[in-house]
């Protein structure tokens, strides 16, 4: 009966979910070493030699023929399904029921020796009734059984028929909910490992769209204002055409390193590229020239706050110029732009917040007469 345990098993792969794969196959064999215990009422059958011990035979082979088929069916569930029962509550009902019957006819053609059916009887009772009515059903037969031991003329009592039959309804009841109770785990583990993939797939989202949300903007600024130049200053045209070409290489570089998770966003870098972007809109750039009083724990945070918000300067201020100030658990952005509406609540914002939220920080943004400032603040 024990052999319940080895229910579960891996999942095969290539394999059917729905039939026994690898060691699940065994589990039949074992579950018919526990009808070893039958084989004293089919030998005081066998002995009698005349028509009750042969219906007390043919009620034992039926009763363990019955037996095998509930427990094959048991285990012939789906890989990862809960222990429930195999079948229609009506149809567990009825199992039990001519199990018991089986049972009456085997105590009554044998003898005593025929009520080794009561701890099976208690085994069928967890696997085909839903838990309340498992329990009553093998308390009862348990009960009954005991109490024929009692007092049933010429049977001795026998307190170990009751001490079994508990022992296995125990055993197999405290199998089922650890079945389920691991398949719970197994779900949750599931559900966290999508949580974790679905955080992982927001967090290169949000990545991505600031690392090209920033490139394509200085991009954007340098064709237009190479397509103002042609005309009036060839040389410096195809100056800022090569600065293209030169940007949209970085920009690749950049998905790349973020595909490949290599991506690191440095604070020097991202003050250089400001310097760039800013000149190349024709906005007067007042940036620190040193990184060195910056806490460490805090640059990569600086970078990112940086880049946002010299984008959002760029592309919504019309600023004419914009400042970058550093402190070492401080960054701020200030344009003298057309203020609060420069700035928007886009995913850049979002994904800055969630990263200064990550260190304890916070994003404070206001407005200014003229223009706005962002900036982000660490302990």
């Given amino acids: 009966m024990t052999s319940l345990t080895g229910m579960s098993s891996p999942l095969i792969p290539g394999k059917d979910l729905g039939q026994p794969v690898g060691p699940r196959r065994w589990g039949l064999v074992f579950a018919g070493i526990w009808l070893f215990y039958l084989i004293s009422p089919l030998s005081a059958a066998w002995d009698r030699h005349d028509l009750r011990g042969w219906v007390g ?56 020796r025929g009520d080794a059916a009561a ?61 389920n109770r691991n398949i719970e785990v197994l779900a949750v583990r599931e559900e966290n490992a999508r949580l974790a993939l679905e955080d992982e797939r927001n967090r290169f989202a949000r990545d991505l769209h600031d690392i090209l949300g920033h ?24 100056a800022e055409l090569a600065d293209l070409e030169r940007l949209s290489r970085d920009a690749l570089a950049d998905v790349r390193r973020a595909v490949e998770g290599y991506r690191e966003l440095t604070l020097p870098g991202e003050l250089a590229r400001a310097r760039t972007a800013l000149s190349a809109a ?30 959002n300067v760029i592309r919504h201020s019309g600023a004419r110029r914009c400042s970058v100030v550093l402190g070492e658990h401080e960054v701020e952005v200030r344009d003298d732009g057309h203020g609060a509406d420069s700035a928007g609540q886009g995913n850049g914002l979002t994904g800055l917040r969630e990263r200064a939220a990550a260190l304890g920080g916070t994003v404070i943004t206001q407005s200014l007469h003229p223009g706005f400032s962002l900036k982000v603040v660490v302990p």
């Fill in 119 to 179: 701890v099976y009887i208690a085994v069928i009772c967890v696997m085909c009734l839903q838990t309340r009515w498992a329990w009553l059903a093998s308390l009862a037969v348990a009960g009954t059984t005991y109490a024929a031991t009692v007092w049933v003329p010429h049977w001795h009592r026998d307190e170990g028929i009751l001490f079994g039959t508990m022992v296995a309804t125990l055993a197999i009841w405290g199998i089922s909910q650890s079945i």
């Fill in 215 to 238: 490139s394509l903007t200085v991009i954007t600024v340098k064709a237009e204002l190479a397509n103002r130049l042609i005309d009036v200053d060839a040389d410096r045209a195809k």
């Fill in 57 to 112: 035979f043919l009620a034992t082979l039926v009763f363990a023929a019955i037996y095998l088929v509930v427990f094959t069916l048991m285990r012939w569930r789906r890989t990862g399904a809960p222990f429930r029962p195999p079948m229609h509550p009506s149809q567990g009902i009825a199992v039990v029921l001519i199990e018991i019957a089986l049972a009456v006819v085997m105590c009554a053609t044998i003898g005593q």
């Fill in 282 to 311: 024709e906005i007067e750039a007042d940036l620190p020239n040193s990184t060195e009083g910056v806490a460490s724990d805090a640059r990569e945070l600086f970078a990112w706050a940086v880049r946002e918000g010299i984008t």
